[in-house]
């Protein structure tokens, strides 16, 4: 099992920039294909950007493609998503997750473990 905790989620204005960092405990970090999702008030949850084990593959949403980026520093056992060019549609709660094929995957139910999630909000 993991345990997955993010951070750097935060209040900022449009065309602006966060790192969000998901902090992963337990079993072996770079056993994992690591992932994004993000849930916006009202809506379903979506996918943003999923990552290798290795960080070797990545795979992103049409959507945040060319503003975002997924990474990984299993040395550190953290999980990073590199927001940039924020949009007020970019707004949710943003989770990591986890699952053991360590493929990419944009299904949700493809992973295991969920982190408890860190709020974006863009203001426009």
């Given amino acids: ?35 994004w999702f993000r849930q916006a008030p009202g ?3 979506d996918f943003v950007s999923a990552i290798s084990w290795n960080g070797g593959t990545t795979h992103s949403a049409d959507s945040v493609k060319g503003r975002f980026t997924i990474s990984r520093d299993n040395a550190k056992n953290t999980l990073y998503l590199q927001m940039n060019s924020l949009k007020p549609e970019d707004t949710a ?22 982190g408890q999630g860190t709020q974006v909000t863009v203001s426009s």
């Fill in 1 to 35: 099992q993991v345990q997955l905790v993010e951070s750097g989620g935060g209040l900022v204005q449009a065309g602006g920039s966060l790192r969000l960092s998901c902090a992963a405990s337990g079993r072996t970090f770079s056993g994992y294909g690591m992932g």
């Fill in 43 to 45: 809506k379903e949850r």
């Fill in 93 to 114: 709660v943003y989770y990591c997750a986890a699952q053991t094929g360590s493929h990419v995957s944009a299904r949700s139910a493809d992973y295991n473990y969920w």
